[in-house]
């Protein structure tokens, strides 16, 4: 069992940064694979990032490759999300998740909105 708490969320201007943070408890973390994905009112959940266990591969959505980087530290059971250059078509509620098989994500941590300003 994993718990996900995200964190890092708030107010900001279009072309500002924010660095989201997925805390998660349970010994067992370093063993998956993690993603951030958002949800913005009235659209469906979008995948943003993924990464592997080891932090030694990554992938990303075209809508933010270039924008995101995503980033894990297994020594604090932490996943990172740092998003720049921030639109506002970014809004949205931004969650992490364990990937639990191929293609699958769960343990689903409560969100944490973002807002970008024009």
């Known amino acids: 069992q994993v718990h996900l708490v995200e964190s890092g969320g708030g107010l900001v201007q279009a072309g500002g940064s924010l660095r989201l943070s997925c805390a998660a408890s349970g010994r067992t973390f370093s063993s998956y694979a993690m993603g951030w994905f958002r949800q913005a009112p009235g659209k469906e959940r979008e995948f943003l990032a993924a990464?592997?266990?080891?932090?030694?591969?990554?992938d990303y959505a075209d809508s933010v490759k270039g924008r995101f980087t995503i980033s894990r530290d297994n020594a604090k059971n932490t996943v990172y999300l740092q998003m720049n250059s921030l639109k506002p078509e970014d809004t949205a509620v931004y969650y992490c998740a364990v990937r639990v098989a191929p293609n699958e994500y769960g343990y689903w941590g409560q969100g944490t909105q973002v807002t970008v300003s024009s």
């Open positions: 990464i592997s266990w080891s932090g030694g591969s990554t």
